[in-house]
């Protein structure tokens, strides 16, 4: 037999091992089930308090909003659209990473995946769980926002199935469920560890009952494997379609500006784009005060990194584009919504995005920046800033600016619009910090399925291995 | 279902060292005729269904039933209410706009299929099942750490309490034990 180490663990000629160290399969249970199990670090109470505090500015905007109206945004006539749809498109874009990492780099067998996985999954949850917030309390009568879903009423009407806000509702809303669906079957067995491991009643029955009886039965893995292959299968779709959709809104519509065909693929990159720059800010963080540096390596974070270079690249591309066929249509109305966007009264905001998304990334081009952990925890929230102001750049220039010039009128938000916003990351952080305390941010029973040892043929062949060396 | 008397034997259980020796033990087990036994491990091993003697999982199936019930209904519903029970016109657009009709339809069909994927994926497994004889054993804790084990069930009718352990002794595994209330 013929075989390499390096054939057996799937890893190309020359890479680097996926973990750093000397991992054994129960030191990777106790590293990563000893985050939840050791006493809670005062520095999580820190951290839990201030997102939770902020998690609150959240629910007194919103109840302020429930009691007086929209009126107490910065809206106006013709800006109908401002920082609650901005949010929207920004909070499902960052979601798109998590997903990309599950399910893509799953079927293209990229194994380094495993110890990011879980971790990318429960930011795209929470994601979209903040980004699901902003379209419902944009309809301003938050009451009766049940209207979206084709339930039979007294006025006997139906939605309107023709309209892309209605495609985005069963987009996000599929996209919201079938995450959670993913994430959970991943936990199933490693929610049966933490049962298993438990010291307390009370902890045993909760993760118990979650664990459903997992017993790690080859007939069980059997169908468990192809579970997770499947649902990998029908989220790959998801990462191209959500965003796509999304950018339905916009290009659906005649305003200049929005109403052009990049915009699907654009929406796309973009949304992968700003996902896997929110990745690397969590990421570094954690891994550094968890010090699982050897679960996730700066390999790990460099793959990452060039990831963020592609997409932003593209992004950057469709930038130049967009400019292209405006000059390109001959359409005067359509040159001047661009020229505008780029000298116009939002012009700062304009190159604010150029430079984080389009100049930023280029960083990465050179090994040394995107292998350094400041380099790119910087580059990471700059991109996202950057990627906010292209949400705010596409929803803002083009209304404010829409046919009559007379209509025009300058838009700028409220305290309302600006804490609605900021609470939003209180909700985020409230439930990541909850997740890193309660559940295995890494999936150990995938990560063990990436040490040599966990092939079943691996002794022979590392003697096989070792023969050839000597022989 | 009888209830559980002390002592009733459910099985026998039997501890291997690394994947690899599962996976022999495991040939020989389905080569001496056995079926109700199972291959416990922390993370799905490569090759063992083959080992095991186990058919490809129908849960492709399912799915795809599921996937065409999940677009064919949201396609049916779309229909329905646009063209037959409050029929509007949209900015002139037919009745039955299939185009439009698509984002929903596909959602829908991911949306249903996501559901049956782990659905069924557990119905198949008999989960939840909080409880199984395998937990009888103390040291079977170790399953999700890494630990590596063969269960008999003493429902195969090969199944002989002290014949099936001498032949797990005699594969090689080790702090083989009966599985019984105690």
Not at chain 1, 38 to 44: A, M, Q, S
Not at chain 2, 47 to 66: C, E, T, Y
Request: proline content about 5%; overall charge positive.
């Amino acid at each position: 037999m013929s075989t390499t180490t390096r054939e057996i663990t799937g890893l190309p000629e020359g890479e680097a091992p996926l973990l750093g160290g000397h991992q054994t399969f129960t030191g990777i249970t106790a590293k990563i089930s000893g985050i939840i199990e050791r006493r809670t670090p005062p520095v999580w109470y820190l951290a839990f308090g201030a997102a939770l505090s902020l998690f609150l500015v959240l629910v007194g905007s919103i109840g302020y909003l429930l009691y007086e109206g929209t009126g107490i945004w910065g809206l106006n006539n013709p800006v109908g659209w401002g920082w609650a749809i901005i949010n929207f498109v920004w909070w499902v874009g960052i979601g798109h990473a998590g997903t990309l990492i599950s399910a893509i780099l799953f079927l293209l067998r990229q194994r380094w995946r495993t110890s990011i996985n879980r971790f990318a999954e429960a930011m795209t949850l929470f994601a979209i769980s903040c980004a699901l917030i902003f379209p419902a309390i944009h309809v301003g009568r938050m009451w009766v926002v049940y209207w979206v879903f084709p339930i039979p009423n007294q006025m006997s009407m139906w939605p309107n199935f023709r309209s892309p806000l209605l495609w985005d509702v069963f987009a996000v809303s599929t996209y919201f469920t079938a995450s959670l669906l993913f994430w959970y079957t991943g936990l199933i067995p490693d929610l049966a560890t933490l049962r298993d491991r438990a010291s307390k009643k009370i902890k045993k029955i909760i993760f118990g009952i979650f664990a459903v009886g997992w017993r790690g039965g080859n007939r069980q893995w059997k169908h468990y494997e192809l579970a997770y292959l499947i649902l990998a299968g029908i989220s790959t779709p998801l990462v191209l379609s959500v965003h796509s959709v999304v950018s339905t809104d916009f290009a659906v519509s005649i305003i200049p500006g929005w109403h052009t065909t990049i915009f699907p693929p654009y929406f796309v990159a973009g949304a992968i784009f700003s996902g896997f720059a929110m990745v690397i800010t969590l990421t570094v963080i954690a891994r550094k005060i968890f010090g699982i540096e050897d679960l996730i390596t700066v390999d790990h974070l460099e793959k990452m990194n060039k990831v963020i270079l592609l997409t932003g690249s593209m992004v950057g591309y469709a930038y130049g584009m967009e400019f292209f066929i405006a000059w390109y249509s001959g359409n005067i109305y359509e040159q001047f919504a661009f020229l505008n966007r780029a000298f116009g009264p939002y012009a700062w905001a304009y190159w604010i995005m150029v430079s984080c998304n389009v100049a930023v990334p280029q960083l990465f081009w050179f090994r040394k920046l995107r292998t350094s952990i400041p380099v790119m925890f910087v580059a990471s929230i700059l991109i996202n800033i950057g990627m906010w102001f292209e949400r705010f750049v596409i929803v803002v220039t083009s209304l404010s600016r829409d046919f009559l010039p007379s209509a025009w009128d300058y838009y700028s938000p409220t305290i309302w619009d600006i804490s609605t916003f900021v609470g939003s990351f209180g909700l985020f952080f409230t439930l990541f910090l909850l997740f890193i305390r309660f559940l295995p941010m890494i999936s150990m029973a995938e990560v063990k399925t990436v040490l040599p040892q966990a092939d079943p043929h691996h002794h022979a062949a590392a003697r096989a291995v070792e023969g050839n060396r000597h022989g | 279902m009888d209830r559980v008397v002390t002592g009733q034997v459910k099985g026998v259980l039997a501890r291997f060292d690394d994947p690899g020796s599962l996976h022999k033990a495991a040939v020989k087990i389905r080569e001496a005729g056995f079926s109700k036994f199972d291959c416990h491990s922390p993370f799905p091993i490569h090759g063992m269904d083959a080992a095991m003697g186990l058919k490809r999982s129908p849960l492709g199936w399912i799915v795809g039933l599921a996937a065409i019930v999940g677009t064919t209904s949201a396609l049916a519903l779309q229909w329905w209410t646009s063209s037959v029970d409050y029929p509007l016109v949209i900015s002139g657009k037919p009745f039955f706009s299939f185009q439009a009709y698509v984002p929903v339809t596909f959602a829908l069909g991911v949306l249903l299929s996501a559901f049956a994927a782990l659905i069924a994926m557990l119905a198949l497994n008999g989960l939840p099942r909080l409880f199984h004889p395998v937990f009888y054993s103390r040291q079977f804790e170790k399953v999700t750490d890494d630990a590596f084990f063969v269960s008999i069930e003493a429902e195969d009718p090969l199944f002989e309490v002290d014949k099936t352990r001498a032949f797990l002794e005699a594969i090689g595994g080790k702090n083989v034990e009966v599985l019984q209330k105690s």
